[in-house]
Structure formats: structure tokens, C-alpha cells
């Protein structure tokens, strides 16, 4: 029986109440085409059956595992149970467009590659919103859409597509990724290193809900991205990141002196703190603070990964 054109692999844990947002955008899309498999990275709150109740208008199958195995293994997990020739991953904390599976079906259409839609992060009025977030957003879209192609594959994330054939001659996902991120870019780091171009596509943005909305859970995150860039070094050598390396300035000073104290506790407790003060602070004050938390727990995640304790 011939399958359908695509695969919507969504992985999850503890995403009971962002996947009706999810899969009512994918209820919506202009074909219907695809089929959806929704991997529980351990099920702790009901996920399988929240996916489940959307049977009847969806083709959507759970895998459910019966502990923790980490992002990397629910993906791949997804692409050995998918029926598609084109394997499109979508967080569960995403919400596309109408034309969302059809956009990355046209885009597989000249030959073999991998696509990049860019997410655009939903945030409440929080301190860390108004005088920092909304703008490193705003920063983070305007760099990707400017970034050379040999350089594309540092975007692989959280809405992106290959084909199913791509996927195991690359080799799937590195289950070695247990920290925040960077699974994907080593996927796309390999996707590149096999011959396939990755292009940006722009019209194939989709709305982000789980965006970080404090300074503390952005440091956080970024301590252990910070952590898991170091894998990927380990794994790929230095050269694969040129300009890896912190930098020299006043800013880089500052941002290295902070580092050598930032951890899981001081991160939580110092931007719980900033983001008390930043209304009363001139708005480039408080960015700054911002930036410090995020910049200086990155850099402590590269310099310092035991400080990263949590598993993703």
C-alpha cells in the first residue's frame, strides 16, 4: 500500500496541553496528505491519549516510551515508524500555517534536501519580553534569513524536513545529545557534510508557544545548549565551528568573568532577580542584565558542561 507524502514526526514529554494547539493547526492544513506520529518521551502526563482523541481527523499514531530516552531517540523512533517519503519534524510546541505540509512538499520538489521553516516565538508581556526577548527574536529570524548556504545547517530545529532516505543515509539522530538542543544541528551538520543543500524558507514560519518568557529559563536553557555545543565539538572537531571561540572585547570580558559563577542556582536566582527590577530600569539597562544571564550561562555551559544537570 502506498504511503502518504509525508510524515509529521512530533516529539514530546509532558506536552498534554500544547499538542490540541499542534494538531488542531495540522486539522486545518490545505492537503491531506500525511500522516502525523506523536513519539512520548515517557508519559507523564497523559500525552498518548490527548494525541489519541484526535483520530478522528487526523491519521495520527502514538509511540510511547515507556521512560525518558531523550529527543534524539523519539525522532528517530518517528522515522523508523513513518510511512512517508518526506519526514517533516514539528515541536509540539509549534503552530503552523494552513499550508504548512504542502510548503514542504513543494519544496522537496526539484531534488533531495533538507528545508528549514524558522519558528517566530508567541511571548506574554513579560519584563524579559518587552526589554529583551521580543528583540533578540527579531534578531535571531533576521540572521537566518541573511546566513550563506554552506552555513544553513546551524538552523536545523524545531520545523524541518528530509527525505526519509536522507535521514538514514546520514544516520538519523545522535542519541549522545541528552542536553538542551544541538541533536538537530549535529543532523544538520551531517545532512550538509552528505551533499544536500538546506534552504531557508521563509513563507513556512510557524508560531512558537513554548518560547522561553524569563530570564532564568532562557539562562538555563543556554547553559545547557552551551554544554551540548561542547559534544558536538568532541564529536566534529573544532574546525566544524570556526569562530567558535569567545571573543575579546570589554563585553566578552564581562561576560567571561560572570561565567565562572553561573550555574543552575545562581542563573534561577539572578534572573528571578533582574526580571523584578527591569520595569523600574531604563529599557537598554535591563537588556543588558539580560543578555549577561543568557551570554555568561552559555559560555559557562561551554566552559564548565558538568554545571548542566538536567537530561532533555
Known amino acids: 500500500m502506498t504511503g502518504p507524502a509525508a510524515s509529521i514526526i512530533v516529539p514530546t514529554r509532558g506536552g498534554a496541553a500544547r499538542l490540541p494547539v499542534l494538531l488542531g493547526a495540522l486539522a486545518r492544513q490545505d492537503t491531506r496528505d500525511f500522516e502525523v506520529i506523536v513519539v512520548v518521551d515517557g508519559d507523564v502526563d497523559g500525552s498518548a491519549d490527548k494525541a489519541r482523541r484526535w483520530s478522528a481527523v487526523l491519521d495520527v499514531r502514538p509511540i510511547v516510551f515507556a521512560e525518558n530516552r531523550g529527543r534524539a531517540a523519539a525522532l528517530n523512533a518517528g522515522a523508523e515508524a513513518a510511512r512517508g517519503n518526506l519526514l517533516i519534524r514539528c515541536d509540539d510546541d509549534l503552530e503552523p500555517a494552513s499550508t504548512f505540509v504542502s510548503g514542504h512538499i513543494a519544496r522537496h520538489i526539484g531534488g533531495p534536501c533538507g528545508v528549514v521553516g524558522l519558528t517566530t516565538n508567541v511571548l506574554p508581556n513579560t519584563p524579559y519580553?518587552?526589554?529583551?526577548?521580543?528583540?533578540?527574536?527579531?534578531?535571531?529570524?533576521?540572521?537566518?534569513?541573511?546566513?550563506?548556504?554552506?552555513?544553513?545547517?546551524?538552523?536545523?530545529?524545531?520545523?524541518?524536513?528530509?527525505?526519509?532516505d536522507a535521514h538514514f543515509r546520514v544516520g538519523g539522530y545522535d542519541g549522545r545529545y541528552r542536553r538542551y538542543g544541538w541533536e538537530d544541528v549535529d543532523f544538520g551538520y551531517r545532512l550538509r557534510a552528505a551533499g544536500y543543500p538546506i534552504w531557508?524558507?521563509?513563507?513556512?514560519?510557524?508560531?512558537?508557544?513554548?518560547?522561553?518568557?524569563?530570564?532564568?529559563?532562557?539562562?538555563?536553557?543556554?547553559?545547557?545548549?552551551?554544554?551540548?555545543?561542547?559534544?558536538?565539538?568532541?564529536?566534529?572537531?573544532?574546525?566544524?565551528?570556526?569562530?567558535?571561540?569567545?571573543?575579546?572585547?570589554?563585553?566578552?570580558?564581562?561576560?567571561?568573568?560572570?561565567?565562572?559563577?553561573?550555574?543552575?542556582?545562581?542563573?534561577?536566582?539572578?534572573?528571578?532577580?533582574?526580571d523584578a527590577v527591569a520595569r523600574f530600569m531604563p529599557r537598554p539597562v535591563a537588556e543588558k542584565l539580560m543578555a549577561l544571564a543568557v551570554e555568561s550561562a552559555g559560555l559557562a555551559g561551554i566552559r564548565y558542561p558538568e554545571r548542566a544537570k538536567a537530561t532533555f
Open 200 to 274: 531557508v524558507a521563509p513563507e513556512l514560519m510557524a508560531r512558537h508557544h513554548g518560547a522561553s518568557t524569563t530570564t532564568a529559563v532562557w539562562a538555563l536553557r543556554a547553559l545547557h545548549s552551551g554544554a551540548a555545543r561542547e559534544t558536538f565539538l568532541e564529536i566534529h572537531g573544532r574546525d566544524a565551528l570556526p569562530g567558535a571561540d569567545a571573543g575579546r572585547g570589554a563585553w566578552d570580558r564581562i561576560v567571561r568573568a560572570a561565567s565562572t559563577a553561573a550555574s543552575e542556582r545562581t542563573l534561577r536566582a539572578y534572573g528571578g532577580a533582574v
Open 129 to 164: 519580553a518587552l526589554a529583551y526577548g521580543r528583540r533578540a527574536d527579531e534578531s535571531s529570524i533576521a540572521y537566518a534569513l541573511t546566513l550563506p548556504g554552506d552555513r544553513t545547517w546551524r538552523l536545523w530545529s524545531a520545523n524541518v524536513s528530509v527525505p526519509r
